[in-house]
């Protein structure tokens, strides 16, 4: 059964930094394309971050870009997602998800909870 | 402002059939790019429930279908039931973005009356 649990959510101060992990388990991690997905409280879904299944390539929204890094580590069937110089405006669930070709994500992870504020 | 517009809400009793557009333009959908859409049950992640415009992942029941013509794309839902209701969202990619053009709808609330 494939399950993706992420980790490393909570509050933190705007400026301050947080570290997501995501562990994968249930499928061969390191064939998989990975992305972050998150979704500000009662709003719709934004696309964050994706990592091709050997972590060569990444791609960052343009809302993150400079300050989020996306990585992996094949090995530990692990992803993370290093969050620096966090905004109010990062609040969110965060969730871990699985791409299929680059195309559409068949498995997502239950989320973890990032709150920014002072 | 998604790059791809949804009604905020629809509705139907339930054994009603409902329909829900996703709106793009000529650099995503009207371009071609395969459409995806997916359910997210109340206080739940989102579930893949369409894939490549018309396909359905085991276990999702025929009740579901989605389509497309043109720069839209829609999602039906026959035979309503109760559990049906929740927020749907559909995905796509755009050409003339930056990253990895990966775009959402803003999402349609389904209430079941």
């Known amino acids: 059964e494939v399950q993706l649990v992420e980790s490393g959510g909570g509050l933190v101060q705007p400026g301050g930094s947080l570290r997501l992990s995501c562990a994968a388990s249930?499928?061969?991690?390191?064939?998989?394309?990975m992305n972050w997905v998150r979704q500000a409280p009662g709003k719709g879904l934004e696309w964050v971050s994706y990592?091709?299944?050997?972590?060569?390539?990444?791609y960052y929204a343009d809302s993150v870009k400079g300050r989020f890094t996306i990585s992996r580590d094949n090995a530990k069937n692990s992803l993370y997602l290093q969050m620096n110089s966090l905004r109010v405006e990062d609040t969110a669930v965060y969730f871990c998800?699985?791409?299929?070709?680059?195309?559409?994500?068949?498995?997502w992870g239950q989320g973890a909870l990032v709150t920014v504020s002072s | 402002q998604s790059v791809l517009t949804q009604p905020p809400s629809v509705s139907g009793a339930p054994g009603q059939r409902v329909t829900m557009s996703c709106t793009g333009s000529?650099?995503?959908?009207?371009?071609?790019?395969?459409v995806h859409w997916y359910q997210q049950l109340p206080g739940k992640a989102p579930k893949l429930l369409i894939y490549?415009?018309?396909n359905r992942p085991s276990g999702v029941p025929d009740r579901f279908s989605g389509s497309n013509s043109g720069t839209s794309a829609s999602l039906a839902i026959t035979g309503l039931q109760a559990d049906d209701e929740a927020d749907y969202y559909c995905?796509?990619?755009?050409?003339?973005?930056?990253?990895?053009?990966?775009?959402f709808g803003g999402g349609t609330k389904l209430t079941v009356l």
């Open positions: 990592i091709y299944s050997g972590g060569t390539t990444t």
């Open positions: 995905q796509s990619y755009d050409n003339s973005l930056s990253g990895s053009g990966v775009i």
């Open positions: 490549r415009n018309n």
């Open positions: 249930g499928f061969t991690f390191s064939s998989y394309e």
């Open positions: 998800v699985r791409d299929i070709s680059g195309s559409y994500f068949d498995f």
């Open positions: 000529s650099s995503n959908i009207g371009a071609g790019y395969e």
